[in-house]
């Protein structure tokens, strides 16, 4: 059961095209990693077939003014978690379970308050996205910032709760103003008569446009762990990483990995029941873990709910395979490689990962909540940045 209450989704389809023919908005939009090799089946593709380059070209027929890769704030989000992650680790405070995912910060603030200062501050590659293009565009675009309109296509259906999170918006407007899913985008593709499988490759704009190869890799399980891994020791970490099982623990995966000469013991979680499970087993001191990546979905977002449809599960395994080879610069392998996530510290920010305008741009809040009486209450002030 999705704990987001986002499985009956508002199709923001309609939004989408009055932004479109709004000659005052500028629209931009970004595509989450696991949308491009699954897009490709609704028009008779085979699943794991990576579509990149003919998305972007349909994208560009249909009027969006820029085309973002949400890749390239995962890379950011890498960035800056492992600037929190050493942190931590440095002040001796427990484990770090990832955030990127919308279905399990919902279901940690509502049946896990106590780990939520063990949540990462860092916002999802999504909000990091939109929260630097609100920051950057207005400027770059010569638009007023309330005309700069965000559209995300996602494969996921939480990503429509976490966009109306207030904490995700500055200054009045929303990191994101649309969230699409893979499905939906692919009905709007239909919709505008393009028949996407014709369709010759075309790029993303830069600079947000541009991903290093494990940060596509968030969009499956393990994406996430591996990334923040490898721009930690990218040495050490070139090689795969070899993941073993848990006994006992279906979903879960564990490795160990020395950094700076430190040893850190790191889980990768897949669904909600097995986060539930390691989370009590943290708490009760049964389990020692540094880092922890949990997804609520099977196989991470290659498998999500806003992804066509996929009965046996056939299609996710042969996207989530795809997800691993989908990036274009393969010399480019983690998010310390990528010019252009250096170019966003160094001149758009002014500072290092983690502290000052970065901080203020990408790390978040929690709230413990509880549903009652059908309404989504919060119950305590912020867990997270500000309250550490
Ligand atoms: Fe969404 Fe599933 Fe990915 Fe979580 S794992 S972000 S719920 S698609």
Known sequence: VCPTGAIIPKSEINEVWNDLQDEKSKVVIQIAPAVRVALGEMFGLPPGEVVTGKMVRALRMMGFDRIYDTAFAADLTVVEEAAEFLKRSEAGEGPLFTSCCPAWVKYAEQSLPRQLPNLSSCMSPQSMMGSLLRHALPEELSIEPEHLKIVSV?????????????????????????????????????????????????????????????????????????????????????????????????????????????????????GIKSAAAIAKMVQSGEISLDLIEVMACPGGCAGGAGQPVDRTGEKRLARVKAVRSA????????????????????????????????????????????RIDGMDIRLTGPSGAEAR
Request: proline share 5%; net charge negative.
């Open 154 to 270: 996602m494969p996921c259906t939480a990503k429509k709760f976490e966009k109306k999170r207030p904490e995700l918006s500055r200054d009045g407007l929303p990191f994101v103003d649309h969230v699409i899913t893979t499905r939906e985008l692919g009905t709007m593709i239909r919709e505008s008569g393009i028949m996407l499988d014709r369709l010759d490759a075309d790029n993303f704009d830069l600079p947000f446009g541009f991903a290093s190869h494990l940060g596509v890799g968030f969009g499956s399980s393990g994406g996430v762990a591996e990334a923040v891994l490898n721009y930690l020791d990218p040495e050490g970490c070139s090689g795969r990483i070899h993941w073993e099982t848990v006994e006992d623990l279906s979903g879960v995966r564990k490795t160990t990995a020395v950094i700076g000469g430190k040893a850190f013991s790191v889980a990768v979680v897949q």
């Open 327 to 370: 990036a274009p610069a393969e010399g480019v392998r983690h998010a310390g490689v990528n010019p252009f996530v250096r170019e966003v510290y160094t001149h758009m920010l002014g500072c290092d990962p983690g502290e000052g305008e970065a901080h203020r741009l990408f790390h978040t809040t929690y709230h413990s909540r509880k």
